[in-house]
């Protein structure tokens, strides 16, 4: 039988935490709940010993992020299956079993990413991976239920356990010796898209990515940072280059990045547009980033890459042009 943790990272998130883990602890049975701590200057590690002296707390050091906090927390943790969890996550009951049953039936399978659903409108997917994800060939990132900034409601059209490409950071399950094999997280990223560039890796090595549709959780997304932060757009757009000098066959590698770099570059002029000047500058700063560590993340490429990493080859084109703003089934025929 399968030893199970449910690792929470925290920083200062006491009021998430107030408000998530009732939730977490009455669901989790099956499981050993621990909170991997970011060094919080306020209380929230008084009120975790205090209310759920049950809990294992995990004080890492400093504010290590989301890649280096979980890669420091998950040294300390032996159970063989991780359940990944943001701190503004509210699950239901089976969760834990829907997914556990998928790992036993395949053994390839790795990773798992339950069905998101937004937590302030419960009937409608959640933008941090709905129904599971996918990438374009220019790298950027799509789910079932959720493409760009359209939200689908869930009408059980997505209620099939495919297989993915990426899971959300928000929530995976994934075996511990698949996340340590694969050295875990990039620590470089210090938040987002870090999760995208583990199963791109995992995927590489022939690991499989599923969805669990019967393992609902609610989350309510930009609970650390916002959508419209600066910080967000420079950490999306330097990551994402960043994961695809790492992982893009070498025979696309440079006609790929080439014609993403000018698409991000579209992106600059449209918030320059706007008069969204932050923007704008977090984007060339991203691109710096992409020019100072080039030879760096080029030694990071492991291995090489032979089946197709992307279900369309521009997600842009199909949303904006052809205006195939949902992943239904008319969509699914033309990727």
């Excluded at 701190?87 to 053994?107: C, M, N, P, Q, Y």
């Excluded at 409108?121 to 941090?128: L, W």
């Excluded at 984007?283 to 197709?308: D, M, P, V």
Aim: glycine share 6%; with cysteine; net charge neutral.
């Amino acid at each position: 039988m399968k030893s199970i943790a449910v690792v929470i990272l925290n920083w200062n998130g006491k009021k998430l935490l107030e408000q998530f883990l009732p939730s977490v602890v009455k669901h989790s049975q099956e499981a050993v709940i621990y909170v991997a701590d970011n060094a919080s200057t306020d209380d929230s590690i008084e009120f975790i010993s205090t209310t759920y002296p049950d809990i294992k707390v995990i004080g890492n050091k400093g504010n290590f992020g989301y890649a280096k906090g979980y890669n420091e927390a998950l040294k300390s943790v032996e159970e063989d299956i991780y359940v990944l969890v943001n701190s503004d996550v509210e699950v239901t009951e089976g969760w834990i079993t829907a997914a556990i049953e998928l790992f036993d039936k395949d053994a390839e399978t790795a990773i798992i990413q339950p069905k998101i659903l937004d937590y302030n409108n419960k009937t409608h997917f959640e933008y941090a991976g709905a129904a599971g994800g996918f990438i374009d060939k220019y790298g950027f990132a799509f789910c079932r239920g959720r493409i760009f900034e359209t939200l689908e409601e869930d009408k059980s059209q997505y209620d099939t356990n495919i297989e993915l490409f990426w899971a959300s950071g928000a929530c995976f399950f994934i075996r511990k010796e698949v996340y340590h094999s694969l050295n875990g997280f990039d620590e470089d990223f210090f938040a987002h898209q870090e999760e995208i560039d583990l199963c791109w890796r995992a995927f590489n090595k022939n690991f499989k990515v599923r969805f669990c549709f019967n393992s609902v959780i609610y989350h309510i997304g930009g609970a650390t940072l916002t959508a419209g932060n600066p910080k967000k757009t420079f950490l999306n757009f330097r990551n994402s280059l960043w994961m695809m000098i790492k992982n893009l066959p070498a025979s696309k590698l440079i006609p790929i990045l080439f014609i993403r770099m000018l698409m991000d570059g579209l992106a600059g002029i449209r918030f320059l547009l706007k008069g969204e000047f932050k923007h704008l500058l977090a984007i060339l700063k991203a691109h710096l980033y992409f020019y100072l560590k080039l030879f760096y993340f080029l030694n990071k490429r492991e291995s090489k890459q032979y089946r197709n990493y992307y279900k369309t080859t521009s997600i842009i084109y199909l949303y904006y042009i052809t205006k195939g703003k949902i992943f239904d089934k008319n969509f699914n025929n033309s990727l």
